[in-house]
């Protein structure tokens, strides 16, 4: 059981490129998550995704897009990086009211390098 | 907005000392409450959570949390850590209505010294 897989693990890009986070998840929640956890500052939700079709912003949206694609998978992209994007990716998912009783499950990370 | 605060930044404990680390939520309504650890190089897992009922909550590996809402906190505690403890840990609150978006305090890193 794979759980939740975020590809890459590791990125390095220059200021102003593009690139898509991608993940997946393998235990059929409805809700996905991506959050940046930075030195200091704990966890912070970019963006959610209540139910296939549906992305919400979280506290830190700016500079980011997301796209449920389906009820597996949850992409988030930067169209231009800039170096304040550097930082850890967590992809991770839930499923309120379920066995799990809302626990989130978290992929490994993706750090993300901007130069 | 809710917050969550983890006033300890880095602890540092030999080894069979015990543990005790501070977390206090802002929201006075019904809240979830959780705490989750990151060990070095790995994802977070959840080490143990508060929905209803008895208000100390056990964990996995020996951590327990008692949640005191007069005080508004949830904080961690372990009566005998070991060098394994050495992580990262988060509280986060979820709430209200259990609209699933959890708010994360800043973490607490606990170092510890065999």
């Known amino acids: 059981n794979a759980g939740v897989t975020q590809t890459p693990k590791f990125q390095v890009l220059k200021t102003g490129q593009s690139m898509t986070l991608q993940c997946a998840q393998d235990?059929?929640?409805?809700?996905m998550y991506w959050y940046r956890q930075d030195p200091g500052m704990g966890l912070r939700l970019i963006y959610y995704?209540?139910?296939?079709?549906?992305?919400d912003k979280g506290e830190v949206p700016n500079g980011y897009n997301v796209s449920r694609l389906n009820k597996r998978e949850f992409s988030l992209r930067l169209e231009s990086a800039a170096p304040s994007q550097t930082s850890v990716y967590f992809c991770?998912?839930?499923?309120?009211?379920?066995?799990?009783?809302?626990?989130?499950?978290f992929g490994e990370g993706s750090r993300l390098t901007v130069l | 907005a809710q917050s969550v605060s983890q006033h300890n930044h880095h602890v540092i404990l030999s080894e069979a000392a015990s543990l005790e680390l501070g977390c206090n939520y802002s929201?006075?309504?019904?809240?979830?409450l959780f705490w989750y650890v990151q060990y070095p190089g790995q994802h977070l897992q959840l080490l143990l959570k508060?929905?209803?009922?008895?208000?100390l909550v056990k964990g996995i590996k020996g951590f327990e949390a008692e949640f005191i809402k007069s005080k508004f906190s949830f904080n961690l505690r372990k009566p005998s850590v070991q060098w394994s403890d050495t992580a990262e840990y988060f509280c986060?609150?979820?709430?209200?209505?259990?609209?699933?978006?959890?708010?994360f305090g800043t973490g607490t890193r606990l170092t510890i010294i065999p």
């Open positions: 991770a998912s839930s499923e309120p009211g379920g066995a799990s009783g809302g626990e989130l499950f």
């Open positions: 235990m059929n929640h409805n809700s």
């Open positions: 995704s209540a139910s296939e079709g549906t992305t």
């Open positions: 929201y006075g309504g019904t809240v979830n």
């Open positions: 508060y929905f209803s009922g008895d208000p």
């Open positions: 986060a609150s979820e709430g209200p209505f259990g609209n699933e978006k959890l708010t």
